[in-house]
T-cell receptor, first 109, second 114 residues
Framework: GQNIDQPTEMTATEGAIVQINCTYQ??????LFWYQQHAGEAPTFLSY??LDGLEEKGRFSSFLSRSKGYSYLLLKELQMKDSASYLC??????????WGAGTKLIIKP | GAVVSQHPSRVICKSGTSVKIECRSL??????MFWYRQFPKKSLMLMAT?????????EQGVEKDKFLINHASLTLSTLTVTSAHPEDSSFYIC??????????FGPGTRLTVT
């Protein structure tokens, strides 16, 4: 079956760095997405990786290893506003999105 | 975990016709369902929120007469794109929320209007 795994919850300190991992097993692969979702709001697109390697975008970076079925989202210089849920989603060979359950990130002062 | 399905997964229709997309919560009762539109590499755009048994609440700029939403039961919501045009071609994603307010996302429906 198809499966996306990511931690349920993580806690980090303001100003620090946190890495949110996502492992996947899907039928085919057409890219991996990371979204940020604040409570009560629509998910916001963060990144899209389809090739192996690291993509950096400001304080956020996303890494993909297709051979390992693994991605991570790296958040640097954490701010209180980064407290949110982070969703990992993979597009399979049928261009269907397989969603992870989301990681709730709690930032403490 | 909670599962949300969408049907069809992919649909091609001719301009001027209508197409219906179903969103089902398979193992829980969804008090609220959300319909989103996904543009390539963009954030999900919330189109409307629907609560079972009541009229949907549409986001600003979304035509309620064009995108008809029905949430007739606690496990089913439908989005009907009426008189579809090529610019309606997109990836439509639904999500369902239970009483704990967690959102569970569907796999999406790719609509192509020719």
């Amino acid at each position: 079956g198809q499966n996306i795994d990511q931690p349920t919850e993580m806690t980090a300190t303001e100003g620090a760095i946190v890495q949110i991992n996502c492992t996947y097993q899907t039928s085919g692969f057409n890219g991996l997405f990371w979204y940020q979702q604040h409570a009560g709001e629509a998910p916001t697109f963060l990144s899209y990786n389809v090739l192996d390697g690291l993509e950096e975008k400001g304080r956020f970076s996303s890494f993909l290893s297709r051979s390992k079925g693994y991605s991570y989202l790296l958040l640097k210089e954490l701010q209180m506003k980064d407290s949110a849920s982070y969703l990992c989603a993979v597009m399979d060979s049928n261009y269907q999105l397989i969603w992870g359950a989301g990681t709730k990130l709690i930032i403490k002062p | 975990g909670a599962v949300v399905s969408q049907h069809p997964s992919r649909v091609i229709c001719k301009s001027g016709t209508s197409v219906k997309i179903e969103c089902r919560s398979l193992d829980f009762q969804a008090t609220t369902m959300f319909w989103y539109r996904q543009f390539p590499k963009k954030s999900l755009m919330l189109m409307a929120t629907s609560n079972e048994g009541s009229k949907a609440t549409y986001e600003q700029g979304v035509e309620k007469d064009k995108f008809l939403i029905n949430h007739a039961s606690l496990t089913l919501s439908t989005l009907t794109v009426t008189s579809a045009h090529p610019e309606d071609s997109s990836f439509y994603i639904c999500s369902a929320s239970d009483r704990d307010y967690e959102q569970y996302f569907g796999p999406g429906t790719r609509l192509t209007v020719t």
